[in-house]
């Protein structure tokens, strides 16, 4: 594939980023256990200007690590306009979860996982790294958020 167009500016990125956040649904989520065996599976999602909510099984190898690994990587699926976000998790039982976050989830994805099973729970991904890129050009520029804050 050619390169025709110029990198885009590190505003823009996050610019298109935050429009991703809002109105993707699903999104790669990459855990691993105690012994490192890798686990990735997609996942409804919300943002919240902050962070991101998922909800999946505590009973499930994804939701075992979410919450005992306490880290989770993200990533939306093309491989031509890549994002990937690195973050902390926080565990939420169904009664645990705040109501703002809950209700935007069901608002979204039109799914209430605290009516689902017991065993589902909610996870809170606050972002401490972001990249974003199209192309090999736009990689010299492609972190858009280091330690939490956002660059630039």
Not at 52 to 71: A, K, Q, V
Request: proline share 6%; net charge negative; with cysteine.
């Amino acid at each position: 594939m050619k390169i025709t167009e110029p990198p885009r500016t590190p505003e823009r990125r996050k610019r298109e980023l935050l429009d991703r956040l809002e109105r993707e649904v699903d999104i790669w989520v990459a855990t691993a256990d105690r012994e490192a065996l890798p686990c990735l599976v997609a996942l409804w999602f919300v943002w919240d200007g902050e962070h991101l909510w998922l909800s999946t099984r505590l009973t499930n190898p994804t939701g075992r690590n979410l919450r005992d690994g306490g880290r989770a990587r993200l990533a939306f699926g093309d491989t031509r306009d890549v994002v990937l976000v690195d973050g902390e998790v926080e565990t939420y039982t169904r009664e645990e979860v705040p109501r703002e976050a809950a209700s935007a989830f069901l608002a979204k994805t039109g799914w209430d996982p605290g009516r689902d099973s017991a065993s589902y729970a909610y996870f809170r991904v606050r972002p401490v790294a972001v990249q974003a890129w199209r192309e090999e050009h736009e990689l010299p520029g492609r972190h858009l958020m280091r330690d939490g804050v956002w660059v630039g």
